[in-house]
């Protein structure tokens, strides 16, 4: 009796092991990702969100020395524009992310590679995509610059800006909003 009790046991458990492991590997690895997959466009005021980062850019140069504070602003300038198009895409474990026409693909897990910034310096990038949340860093010299897209319950996608540098006493932060795309991938 007790024989047959531990063996229906150890069958249960046996099969229970077995459903979740169907389950487990056939729930794609970042199913998550097409959460926020999609093409998008800039859905804000861009003359009010030009002048908001170019305000934050005024905050974070502001402490810089004179004659340091007009070229930070020059190359902060240049490198943080507001997007008109933005598409971010899951493809077999790298994300895609293209902002107007600069495109990246790198692995989805933190792995830096060598990338062009749109001013033409040489950068090291990583993407990161953890549940619903797609993060993107790009590494140079000057400094680190990150995106932060996240989706909102109402479909707005929201990516986060923030620019840190040793040179730089008060980090650049800003937000820029998009809105689905009725163009398919």
């Known amino acids: 009796m007790l024989c047959n009790g531990r063996a229906a046991w150890v069958g249960n458990s046996v099969r229970l092991l077995i459903l979740f492991v169907i389950f487990f590997f056939s729930y794609p690895a970042n199913a ?17 969100d030009e002048a908001r980062i170019r305000q934050a850019i005024d905050i974070s140069v502001k402490p810089m020395n004179a004659l340091l504070r007009p070229i930070a602003r020059m190359k902060l300038t240049r490198r943080n524009v507001v997007i008109s198009e933005l598409e971010l895409r899951d493809q077999n474990g790298n994300m895609f992310v293209r902002m107007d026409k600069k495109e ?24 990161r995509v953890s549940q619903d949340v797609w993060t993107q860093v790009y590494r140079g010299d000057g400094g680190t610059q990150t995106h932060v897209f996240t989706r909102q319950p109402d479909g707005i996608l929201r990516m986060e800006v923030s620019v ?19 163009q398919s991938i």
């Open 32 to 48: 998550y990702a097409s959460s926020i997959a999609g093409r998008y466009v800039y859905s804000g005021q861009r003359v009010e």
């Open 104 to 127: 990246a693909t790198m692995p989805n897990n933190g792995v830096q590679g060598d990338y062009i910034a749109t001013d033409g310096t040489p950068v090291k990038l990583s993407h």
């Open 164 to 182: 840190e540098s040793k040179r730089l006493a008060i980090p650049l932060r800003y937000v820029l909003r998009f809105v689905p795309s009725v």
